[in-house]
């Protein structure tokens, strides 16, 4: 007799214990009530088995695989720069053109952006740049940026372009038809999405003749405020003209003349001007991020 203390330990392998032949050491299934032990190799396979059924491995393909590179060079927009002077006279007046050249096959929204620094003085007070509309951010007490035109223009698809007095039905006739249109208003709803809905969709702030309208380009030109109608209840494309070119080029901001910006270096300058030109995507409608925005000498 044992008792509880002395007696030896039973085996704790359940009745329905299978062993791998000799040697195999390691590799035991145990099967009992409580399911299935499964040795180290039995389980990697197992687990390997599982993650192949999950990231669809087991899959059978029914084509070949086809990979293709594309490599994105240079820019979508090319800007050229004329008519800044190496020297001047306090007092002088220069004008400026800066033409943004559209590289892409679609409408390419695009504005003008100017800074100007004076190292050895001050700068706010002592420029003025006639440019239409646009906005003065003083940066600090040597270094202005200017934004130069409103929440565009429009660069038209490179190759098109269109004169200032075009009919939008003309323009429909040419390009009305092209597969970037649906692009063309996500950008903006993407980008100014008050203005999407105040201009385009559902457009409460356009005109009937545009909020009827079912043409994206005569919603998408009456939103960069490229167009206008002396009849805006009507919806016929006819009746809406261009009131600046929708080119491939476009100088800023020379609207309908295209013949660029005046800058006034006021008489009391004294030193250097360092100008830099560049051209990016607008800010949304009534620049909100530019809060000196205005119309006139900025």
Known sequence: ???????????????????????????????GRNGIKLGPRATIFVVVLLAASAVGILTPTLSNTVSKDVQVTGFAVTLTVDGVPDSVAPGDIFRVTAAMANNANRPVPAVLRM??????????????????CGAEEVVSGTRLIYYIGWH??????????FAVGSTVAA??????????????????????????VSLVDPGRNASAGVRNSGSALLKVLNYYAMVASKNNESSNLADWTLTTVFADRFIAF??????????????????????????ERPDGLGIPHHPTYTCGPL
């Open 254 to 279: 020379g609207g309908g003349a295209q013949d660029g910006f005046l800058v006034e270096v006021h008489p009391q300058i004294r030193g250097s001007l360092s100008f830099k030109f560049w051209a």
């Open 171 to 196: 323009v429909d006739a040419a390009i009305g038809t092209a597969e970037y249109w649906p692009s063309v208003l996500h950008e903006i709803q993407d980008r100014d999405p008050a203005g999407y």
């Open 152 to 161: 565009g223009p429009l660069l038209a698809p490179k190759g098109a372009s």
């Open 115 to 132: 800074e100007v620094r004076n190292p050895n003085t001050t700068t706010p007070s002592e420029l003025t740049v006639y440019a239409g």
């Open 1 to 31: 007799m044992h008792d509880a203390c002395t007696r030896p330990g039973y085996p704790r392998e359940p009745r329905w214990a299978i062993r791998t032949r000799l040697g195999e050491a390691g590799e035991v299934r145990t099967m």
